[in-house]
Nanobody
């Protein structure tokens, strides 16, 4: 199963983008779906995730500006990004964590990344 991310691009400060991520096949026992990002010269960081139970968490830096959602039928996860800032510039990766029982959280699927560039 592969994850395909899309929706990145170049936008001005204050603009919006919507990232999408879809799985090429089925994934059983999904624990959580989310987005990470990696800016040049920095480590990859968690942006937002949504658990199978619907709990949502955001990084402090994007709280109130980004909104994560998921499609339960299509195994898709989306990230609506508003009020974008230059510091949001990064490659964004979608992620699905899966596994049940003693294997909870062991399976990690990653998308190929989509570049978001916010100009000042």
């Amino acid at each position: 199963v592969q994850l395909q991310a899309s929706g990145g691009g170049l936008v001005q400060t204050g603009g919006s983008l919507r990232l999408s991520c879809a799985a090429s096949g089925s994934i059983a026992d999904i624990n959580a779906m989310g987005w990470h990002r990696q800016a040049p010269g920095k480590e990859r960081e968690l942006v937002a995730y949504i658990s199978s139970g619907g709990n949502i968490n955001y990084a402090d830096s994007v709280e109130g500006r980004f909104t994560i959602s998921r499609d339960y039928d299509k195994i898709g996860v989306y990230l609506q990004m508003d009020s974008l800032k230059p510091e949001d510039t990064a490659v964004y990766y979608c992620n699905v964590v899966a596994g049940s029982g003693i294997h909870y959280g062991e399976l990690n699927y990653w998308g190929q990344g989509t570049l978001v560039t916010v100009s000042s």
